[in-house]
């Protein structure tokens, strides 16, 4: 009797301890609240019992070692984040996915231990791995670590602690002028961002805020310090006076874009600033972001040399400077256009120098662009992986030891990049492939098969937007973009000619259109495939049915934008586009479905602000960043506008979708 109650408790695997030091009870607790199991308790002392026994008695930094041993697995952490990374590792073995912040994976049964493996002693490769939360943008993190909306709190700690999970040491987000405009935010403002820093502090994760240099350049509603030409050393101190009660780690310095201060006048300023941020904030450092642009009067002569404005940034005295890369582009391929750049070779170059001189340089590239291109039009971009793992691999075997990731939202599966590149930033697999596949393994053999499909997506992906330059085809467009594309000369997104570019076209010209019809049919037909292989996989699991609903979208999207461009180019040739205009109107209200559909399985617990169409936010975008995908705005655009052209006496309105 007695042995067969032993056998029954051993096979109930439904709970398990965590037993950790006494001077780590409070923050363990939160961090295995945060991983999500019911069944999963934290204790500072062992009563016996199958556990996990977390002790810091390991060399190194950041280092962990997992020592197995039937019901009792030790976990022997160099400090904090050793300890909080080994467990995450132990929580993995057993089928835990820390894939979304506020949606981790569990399994059903919590062991049993023995099938835990240990392992030598595991240090990061790298020494900053982290995330900018780009609060500038109306998306997940503005709401929580900004606003601090109802709930934000305690979101803002499950960030952090995903950060950690996926073995990351570093979260920054920029700063916003509405606690300038409106001071008596101030007080309210630094209360929730001081307890969160504090938060991040005790679990070792280091915080940065960003703080933007010339108001001249200040084209969304960031925190500057400068509002006209000159330095006033009194008004700066008193805004950086704002941050000191904060205590941040770093203060990331930017000077916005497509606009440059005169060079002297840039350097003086930008070394005054960066003197005031070390004397009124104690310890901090100071990073700046090195941006793109490859336009004309963003050229400048500097020490005899013609560079990029941006890179004056890099000059400064005791500034760390990040290359920064947009959308889903690489260092080391085509850069479709981005901005006007065919390639981003100084950014890479520069980067390349720096790290074989031994200077301090990191890396700060884009899991997603958002602004009328990925996931707010939406499109489901799984090549941003691919293309995150072709730089990494490059740089870091020349040694790169600062690498923050920009992120601009996570619904749309868009938290896949952010998760992997965090994990890679610790420790890079010889494939990315194998982190996929890892993704998806307590899924079994469906999962597998999600992550061949995913992969198989990338790579498709990166024939046809990267190799064949059809990008600018999936990506949205709106009445912004279109001033500065057709008025000021400003290009961010790659371009494609308009309707009425096209209807001026000579039968060359049109005859290449042709191509790109065929090109986005043929990524379309190929992208079909995929998502028949997906359809019945997971059955209604709310991982499988986020995947499939991209993979949906991005059938549609491609479908849908080349039944448009079959229009337009009929409608040059004195053709009817009659049908293409009902394809087209049919494959919206197919699109719409899977939106509707996707929007009601949000991951984000704060409410529809995220995909509201209209909302008072303290951002210059008064919309959510999914609300253009809400109504799908960018794709009635395009069909109006071509409906507009073949219907002279058209009269329904074309969205500026700004």
């Not at 405009?181 to 938060?199: C, K, M, N």
């Not at 079994?444 to 024939?463: P, S, T």
Request: glycine share 8%; aromatic share 10%.
């Amino acid at each position: 009797m007695i042995a067969a109650l032993l056998a029954g408790c051993i096979a109930d695997r439904s709970s398990l301890v965590v037993q950790v030091p006494e001077e780590h009870l409070e923050l363990f607790e939160s961090y295995v609240r945060h991983a999500g199991h019911p069944g999963l308790t934290v204790e500072a002392r062992s009563r016996g019992g199958a556990r996990i026994v977390l002790v810091q008695d390991e060399p190194g930094t950041e280092a962990y070692r997992i020592e197995e041993g039937g019901r009792q697995v030790i976990v022997h952490g160099s400090d904090v984040l050793g300890l909080e990374y080994g467990l995450a590792d132990v929580l993995e073995q057993l089928g835990f996915r820390f894939l979304h912040p506020t949606h981790p994976v569990v399994p059903t049964a919590l062991g049993p231990l023995s099938d835990v493996k240990g392992g030598g002693h595991v240090e990061p490769r790298m020494a900053r791995r982290g995330l900018h939360l780009h609060t500038l943008h109306p998306i997940e993190a503005e709401m929580d670590l900004w606003e601090g909306i109802e709930g934000g709190d305690e979101r803002a700690h499950q960030i952090v602690d995903w950060i950690v999970m996926n073995r990351g040491n570093y979260v920054q987000w920029p700063m916003l002028d509405d606690i300038l405009r409106f001071p008596g935010l101030a007080p309210d403002w630094q209360e929730h961002t001081a307890e969160i820093v504090s938060y991040a502090h005790a679990r070792g994760v280091d915080v940065g805020l960003g703080v933007q240099l010339f108001g001249s350049g200040n084209l969304q509603y960031a925190f500057d310090l400068v509002d006209d030409d000159e330095l006033d050393p009194v008004e700066v101190r008193r805004r950086l006076e704002l941050l000191a009660p904060v205590e941040p780690d770093v203060i990331s310095l930017s000077f916005g874009e497509f606009s440059g201060e005169d060079p002297q006048h840039f350097i003086d300023t930008g070394n005054e600033a960066v003197r005031l941020m070390h004397e009124v904030i104690d310890g901090s450092e100071v990073v700046t972001t090195v941006h793109v642009g490859n336009y004309d009067d963003l050229r400048i002569e500097w020490n005899g040399k013609e560079i990029l404005y941006y890179f004056l940034g890099a000059e400064l005295d005791d500034v760390t400077p990040w290359i920064h890369t947009v959308m889903f582009y690489d260092l080391y391929e085509d850069a479709g256009g981005a901005y006007l750049h065919d390639e981003f070779d100084e950014h890479r170059d520069y980067i390349e120098e720096r790290l074989a001189a031994g200077q301090p340089v990191g890396y700060h590239p884009e899991s997603a662009y958002w602004v009328a291109f990925d996931d707010s039009v939406p499109n489901y971009f799984p090549l941003y992986q691919r293309t995150r793992f072709t730089d990494l691999q490059r740089l870091m075997d020349q040694g790169l030891q600062d690498h923050v990731m920009f992120s601009s939202g996570w619904e749309w599966g868009y938290w896949q990049t952010d998760q992997q590149v965090l994990r890679w930033n610790h420790t890079l697999p010889d494939d990315w492939t194998t982190s996929v596949a890892w993704t998806w393994a307590p899924w079994g053999d469906d999962g597998a098969e999600l992550a061949a499909i995913q992969v198989a997506l990338a790579d498709l992906q990166h024939e046809k937007l990267i190799g064949d330059r059809l990008t600018a085809w999936l990506a949205g467009r709106d009445a912004i973009i279109d001033l500065g594309d057709n008025t000021l000369g400003i290009l961010s997104q790659p371009d494609r000619p308009q309707v009425n570019e096209i209807l001026r076209m000579d039968a060359s010209q049109l005859a290449e259109l042709d191509a790109v019809v065929a090109g986005l049919t043929d990524l379309a037909d190929r992208t079909q495939e995929l998502a028949d292989r997906a359809a019945d996989l997971g059955g209604t699991d709310p991982w499988f049915e986020e995947a499939r609903d991209g993979i949906a979208i991005d059938v549609l999207r491609a479908r849908f934008a080349a039944t448009v461009l079959k229009g337009t180019v009929a409608l040059a040739r004195g053709q009817d586009p009659s049908d293409d205009l009902v394809n087209a109107t049919a494959q919206i209200g197919f699109a719409q479905e899977v939106v509707d559909r996707r929007h009601q399985a949000l991951h984000w617990t704060g409410g529809d602000r995220i995909v509201a169409p209209s909302d008072d936010n303290a951002t210059i975008y008064r919309y959510g960043y999914l609300g253009k995908v809400t109504e799908l705005c960018y794709w009635q655009r395009e069909r109006i506008l071509l409906q507009n052209a073949a219907t002279p006496d058209a009269t329904e309105q074309v969205p500026p979708c700004t």
